[in-house]
């Protein structure tokens, strides 16, 4: 059974554009280098409600898959140094959410 992950990152208020931009030039260029991209159904900043935050869901197999994943995300040098040890300092809070499909309606 397939395996949603919601991962929203709330930022300190001020700090998104350098966020963005590192995201940009750094976050999700390694990530597609890396091949990672592949599991991701996609990022996105809120815009109401709760804003300042980072939001992006990705797609697994199962949490073998999952697991899998991250730990080769977080042994890439790229990603962690070039982009990660950047990034954390801008972060408030973490949340990660484990979803799976409900039995009715589409599903990405």
Do not use: C
């Amino acid at each position: 059974m397939a395996i949603y992950e919601l991962r929203t990152y709330t930022l300190y208020v001020g700090k998104m554009s350098e966020a963005v931009k590192l995201y940009t030039e750094y976050g999700f260029p390694a990530m597609q280098r890396a091949g990672f991209d592949k599991k991701l159904l996609g990022y996105f900043q809120g815009d109401t409600g709760t804003i300042n935050q980072l939001l992006h869901l990705w797609k697994f197999d199962d949490d073998a898959d999952r697991r899998a994943h991250w730990a080769a995300v977080y042994a890439n040098t790229e990603f962690i140094e070039g982009f990660a040890a950047r990034f954390r300092p801008l972060v408030l809070s973490q949340e990660v959410k484990l979803l799976t499909a409900a039995p009715w309606g589409p599903h990405p």
